[in-house]
């Protein structure tokens, strides 16, 4: 590594654990010390990826976005409608049936007791 590479990734390391420390401290969730730690860091990372590129063309993994950004796409996500979304039911969002009618069930259970019985067989009238 050249030394404008190796200096910008010891500033780098430098900032990640500052953010580190900073997030350990944080006092609420709009802490403005974790804010600067997340900026330096951010610029630090920056700066080494330029870096690396100028000396040896090569790049980190890595792709930072920026506020403006970031609230772009949250907006754009939130405008989009998913047609494939509207179609599809999830079956655990369904309410579950129960038996229609615990009527029918009492006259299944009564004709299930009729089975058992004996067949009686039907009064005639008869007409002489």
Known sequence: MTTDARAA??????ALEGHLAAAQQRRSELDPGVER?????AEAFEAYDEA???AFDEVTPFVLYDDMEDD?????????VDEDDLD???EDDLPEIDDLDD???DEEDDDDED??????????????
């Open 52 to 54: 690396l590129y100028d």
């Open 115 to 128: 089975e058992d019985e004996p067949a009686q067989p039907a009064e005639t009238s008869s007409r002489a």
């Open 37 to 41: 730690a997340y900026r330096a860091l």
């Open 103 to 105: 009527e029918d069930d």
């Open 88 to 90: 599809d039911t999830d």
């Open 9 to 14: 990734l010891d500033r780098l390391v430098a």
């Open 72 to 80: 772009r796409e949250d907006s754009e996500d939130d405008d989009e």
